[in-house]
């Protein structure tokens, strides 16, 4: 596509933006010391969230020379989308929220969701959850999706629901752009059931990766080019543009600088990040471990609420799920770490 003028990406979150919705992609910088994160939000309009963050640390003086790409073998494939054409053509059923505190009001392009609150663990913390997926055979975002499913099943009218949760997957290495920051994510939409275990969390993310969902969205997306202006702004508004209804995007932009050849001073301390929340997706959570420290993050459309309380108790709760069960897995292992995670801060 390098050389296309017209960019299928751009065009949908355009539309987007134009319906009054926030577009920024959430990055918070937390300095040595800091008690408060830096927020930096780069449009996704421009990049997706791999793409945003390499971006940050190079104009910090970070060397990136090669950004992660996708390990899944299933190739790309056209075929893909016309399968899950008849996805598009369903209607969407949204689950529905207990009342919460504080009061909606309608989203702005210009004003990031001020119902946010963050979670940033320590190296040893973040060890001991790589040790327990490695002993489970699991990847790290079937533990993180599982506890945070549990977190916020107090929230929904009917505790039982499915609760699907859109996940971005990277394509890097299979697609090639102009540029290796813009946006290069498919995204597969993974259904948790209330029984389910991480395993089956693990199990069901292959599964659909090896049906190629990724890359039917994926296309989904390139169709925009035969599409108007008008006619993507109507699909965005009626829910029509994602082939699935998702209580929320789970993202996490995976491991970065374990090694810590990033010396940049700018660079240094901790890192956050969410995805952009959106009517038809009204919870943003996001991951990124940067040196070998895990951070959480949780954002909430405006339209569902703008209480800060509402995210606090859901990391409050998705961060005691989650060293509930590494203190089971790990409690026959000498010498484990403790964890002394920093402790949750809402954002101002």
């Known amino acids: 596509m390098a050389g296309n003028k017209f960019d299928p990406i751009d065009a949908w ?9 926030y577009i ?3 990055f918070g910088h937390l300095t040595p010391g800091a008690a408060e994160p830096d927020w930096i939000f780069p449009s996704h309009r421009e990049f997706d969230g791999i793409g945003g963050f390499a971006e ?3 104009k910090r003086g970070a060397v990136l020379p090669r950004l992660p790409q996708i390990k899944h073998p299933t190739p790309p494939s ?9 996805k598009f053509l ?8 207990v009342p919460f505190d504080g009061e909606p009001m309608p989203s702005t392009n210009s004003t990031p969701p001020k119902a946010v ?3 940033l663990f320590d190296e040893a913390t973040t060890t001991q ?21 549990k977190a916020i099943r107090p929230s929904l009218q009917d505790e039982s629901s499915v609760i699907p949760w859109m996940m971005p997957v990277n394509l890097r290495g299979k697609i090639f752009r102009g540029r290796d920051t813009t946006n290069y994510s498919g995204y597969i939409v993974v259904k948790v059931r209330s029984y389910e275990t991480v395993n089956d969390i693990h199990h069901n993310i292959y599964a659909s990766l090896g049906r190629g969902e990724h890359w039917a969205n994926w296309y989904a997306y390139e169709s925009a080019h035969i599409l108007s202006a008008g006619m993507r702004k109507y699909l965005v508004a009626s829910g029509k543009a994602m082939a699935e209804w998702s209580v929320g995007g789970f993202s996490n932009l995976g491991d970065w600088d374990p090694e810590k050849k990033i010396t940049s001073p700018d660079c240094q301390g901790g890192w956050l990040f969410c995805p952009p929340v959106l ?20 954002q909430i459309h405006p339209e569902l609420t703008t209480s800060s309380v509402v995210p606090r108790n859901w990391i409050q709760n998705w961060v005691k799920e989650i060293e509930i069960d590494l203190s089971s897995l790990l409690s026959d292992t000498p010498n484990s770490p403790a964890s002394s995670a920093i402790p949750s801060y809402l954002a101002a």
């Not at 056209?78 to 008849?86: T, V, W």
């Not at 369903?90 to 929220?97: A, D, E, F, N, S």
């Not at 790589?130 to 499913?149: E, P, Q």
């Open 117 to 119: 609150a963050w979670h």
């Open 24 to 26: 920024g992609i959430r």
């Open 129 to 149: 959850v790589r040790r327990v997926c490695r002993k489970r055979g699991v990847t790290v975002n079937s533990f993180l999706i599982k506890h945070l499913t």
């Open 90 to 97: 369903m209607p969407k059923h949204p689950l529905k929220w």
């Open 279 to 298: 009517r038809c997706q009204l919870v943003g959570t996001g991951c990124l471990t940067f040196q070998n420290r895990l951070a959480l993050v949780i």
């Open 56 to 58: 940050i640390l190079r």
């Open 78 to 86: 056209r075929l893909s989308l016309i399968r899950s054409i008849p």
């Open 13 to 21: 979150f355009t539309a987007t933006e134009e319906l009054g919705e």
